[in-house]
């Protein structure tokens, strides 16, 4: 049914909802919601299709991270080190290139400098990355 044991959340391709399983080292799956809701059909006609994901705790990452830095104000972001990477959060995903000394570069093949404020326009913007000991992006 599943090559990985543990819960798995999927969607029911039909109708449009989705649902939770736990599939057990046999193969054999545990449906939560009763087999008059979804079962093991339901589960392998999502699994045929790409619509199943297992679901894991933050903690059995070895490598977890803590949630990027998000930055509102202009002289926060001017502070970065040059050669930091920003994005947006609004639709757009623009990202910004720190050039140094209050300059940023609009990430792309031409390479217009606007300021900070300029940047942030009315939004937050994600830092992607932020050189550290001499890094570079």
Known sequence: MSDTTGWHEFAHVVKSTTHIAYIYENGSAYFPEGPTVVGPDDFTYAAA???????????EYEGWRPPARVI???AELDA???????MMTTWMRRAFVHAGGGRW???GPIRSEISAAEVLDGCAV???HAPENGDTP
């Not at 299709?49 to 903690?59: Q, W």
């Not at 970065?80 to 920003?86: D, R």
């Open 80 to 86: 970065l080190p040059a050669g930091s990477v920003v």
């Open 105 to 107: 570069w609009v990430a």
């Open 126 to 128: 994600v830092v992607l």
């Open 49 to 59: 299709r790409g619509k199943v994901h297992r679901l894991v705790r933050a903690d």
């Open 72 to 74: 509102e104000d202009p």
